[in-house]
């Protein structure tokens, strides 16, 4: 468990931490999230001693991170993957993690084997892709076989395929009772395998939740399908209670008010052909977005005018259309994504 | 969802740890980084060829020359000075490179985020890094400065000057010179902690080391001869002669030879205090 207690720091005078307070209970998920330069890698290092705290502490299991016992068997962090020594092999750099915390040299073997590194464990780490060096640095995090795990941004800049493999071992992690802090300015990243969430905007507390309350707070899914019987399933839907949602120029339905399996069965029991049905959670990066959006350090001159979301009104409606479409998209890409595992 | 609060049980894939992280691991990492890049051999490997190469091209030149050697030169021909000249002169320059990269490389590469993370106790990792580097540095000066002294001395064999290690001072010349260039790297280690950028840190040293001296000689006389023997090369000179007596500017050899280890004590310890106080 990692404890925060009134955490500040500056670097000159850019303040990148403010007065942060916030714990990570064992056995979870937690999803830490922010615009890039809300101070989560700054987080991260303070946690890690790797920075020193202006003011405010870090305890991990009740001790500083360099009093405890074995570092590596209590918490396995990776901040940055191509922090490694070009010069040196995989099997070497793992080594000479391994040796500082006396824990055997089997487990080298056994981690590079584990993320798949072991026909290059002799290759020097120069050579290595980001999905590879990414790869090494996780390795070094599981040495210890550590109950927490901590990254940082650990898809940024990763192939698809590369995403997919970091969000399965979160997963299987998470599934093996560990506690997982993972960082991200994607919210989409976080949908799906997050428990908890912590979320900071220039280096302050915006919200600390989990995932449910978080959903609870935003304005709820949507269904999207495409029929060729667009009006009879309309109508049908209409019946059983549910909202068809204006908009859809591909003459796609977006319905809102019923969950992915009635609209499934109403389309059956109506013998409504279906070519798509896919769930649409734009609104909870939507939420995410108005949560920081008062936070984000660097903004494209065309909203420069900082409006922030009118209270009061649907978070959908608030976003500019064009933006919102883009959400949709991407959280659509991810459930077939997804659906192909 | 991964959620879940139950935790199934996870077969222990490690002995329970007993005891804590401390300086033997460390100095075993230590020791898997330095001969884990083949820096290090290139680096080691010009060394010896340096050292051993000039020293013997000095030896040979001067052998092949002594018939044309006037009787005062012979006279204050340094027979084994001139072959660890090569370790004195050069070896220095390419041990304050790998002395130099011992920190330097960790910033550069971003490896000393890894490091410290593996291992957090800064202290720990500064000594574990100082010895692993003063114990390889001693090993490979030591035997470039013997094999340096016995081929050049056996180059030597004609001029009928050649030093043996049981004549006054010649065994404290090789060993002090050793000791000369190790200390140098240490001098170039902290120097490294100190401003964590290689081209920094040996231009630094080099400017110490050899720079300093030379404009030093640009002062008025009475002043340089007050000065010399505070300045950190004078140890180099004063343990590698055995010929000549003690120069009055200088103090002993191996007096000379503490003012320089004091100067690489102190390097090393403001080195140290700011590799643990300041952020990585």
């Known amino acids: ?341 | 969802m991964a959620a879940t609060t139950t935790q199934p049980a996870r077969p222990p894939v490690l002995p329970p740890p007993s005891g804590r992280a401390g300086f033997g691991g460390t100095l075993r990492s230590e020791f898997t980084k330095i001969r884990s890049v083949r820096s290090t051999y290139w680096t080691l490997l010009v060394l010896l060829v340096v050292s051993i190469g000039i020293g013997a091209a000095i030896s040979a030149g001067t052998a092949a020359n002594w018939s044309h050697t006037s009787p005062s030169d012979r006279a204050t021909f340094d027979a084994t000075q001139a072959s660890i000249a090569g370790l004195f002169f050069l070896g220095q320059l390419v041990i304050v490179v790998l002395g130099a990269m011992v920190l330097t490389a960790e910033y550069s590469t971003g490896m000393i985020r890894t490091s410290l993370t593996a291992m957090p106790r800064r202290g720990t990792v500064y000594a574990a890094k100082v010895v692993v580097f003063a114990v390889v540095a001693l090993v490979v000066t030591f035997v470039a400065a013997f094999i340096a002294f016995f081929l050049g001395q056996s180059l030597l064999a004609s001029t009928h000057e050649s030093a043996t290690l049981s004549q006054p001072n010649v065994l404290r010349a090789v060993i002090g010179t050793a000791l000369y260039v190790t200390l140098c790297g240490l001098f170039a280690l902290a120097a490294g902690a100190i401003l964590r950028h290689t081209a920094a840190a040996i231009t630094s040293v080099i400017g110490l080391l050899f720079v300093i001296p030379i404009l030093a000689h640009l002062l008025p006389s009475s002043w340089y001869q007050d000065l010399e023997r505070w300045l950190p090369d004078a140890a180099g000179r004063a343990i590698s002669a055995t010929v000549g007596g003690q120069d009055p500017h200088l103090f002993a050899p191996w007096n000379q030879f503490a003012v320089f280890a004091v100067y690489t004590v102190i390097l090393l310890a403001v080195g140290a205090a700011l590799f643990r106080k300041r952020d990585a």
């Open chain 1, 1 to 341: 468990m990692i404890e925060v207690r009134g955490l500040s720091k500056r670097y000159g005078d850019k303040i990148a931490v403010n007065n942060l307070s916030f714990s990570v209970e064992p056995g979870k998920v937690t999803g830490f999230l922010g615009p890039n330069g809300a101070g989560k890698t700054t987080t991260m290092r303070l946690i890690l001693g790797l920075d020193y705290p202006d003011a405010g502490a870090v305890t991990i299991a009740g001790k500083q991170y360099a009093q405890l016992a074995y570092p590596m068997r209590e918490v396995g962090a990776l901040i940055d993957a191509k922090a490694v020594h070009g010069g040196r092999s995989a099997y070497n750099h793992l080594l000479c993690l391994a040796q500082t915390n006396n824990l055997p040299k089997r487990r080298v073997g056994e981690v590079l084997e584990l993320v798949g590194l072991t026909e290059v464990a002799r290759k020097r780490a120069k050579g290595f892709s980001l999905g590879m060096s990414q790869r090494l640095g996780i390795a070094g995090t599981l040495l210890g076989d550590p109950a927490l795990l901590m990254f940082d941004e650990p898809v940024n800049g990763l192939d698809p395929e590369g995403i997919l493999w970091i969000r399965n071992l979160m997963k299987a992690l998470a599934a093996e009772g560990r506690t997982v802090f993972v960082s991200s300015h994607l919210m989409s990243e976080m949908e799906h395998t997050a428990d908890h969430l912590i979320v900071i905007g220039r280096g302050q507390l915006l919200a600390d939740c989990t995932m449910e309350e978080f959903i609870a707070r935003s304005s709820g899914q949507t269904v999207r399908v495409s029929t060729p019987q667009a009006e009879q399933l309309a109508m049908a839907v209409a019946e059983a209670g549910g909202t068809v949602l204006p908009g859809g120029s591909d003459g796609a339905l977006t319905i809102s008010g019923l969950i992915p399996a009635q609209v499934g069965d109403i389309a059956f029991e109506h013998g409504v052909r279906l070519h798509e049905l896919t769930v649409v959670r734009a609104s909870l990066e939507a939420a995410f977005m108005e949560l920081t959006a008062d936070s984000v350090e660097y903004r494209a001159a065309e909203d420069g005018q900082g409006q922030s979301p009118v209270p009061g009104q649907p978070l959908d409606e608030q976003l500019p259309a064009p933006e919102l479409a883009a959400q949709g998209q991407s959280a659509q890409g991810q459930y077939s994504h997804e659906g192909r595992i």
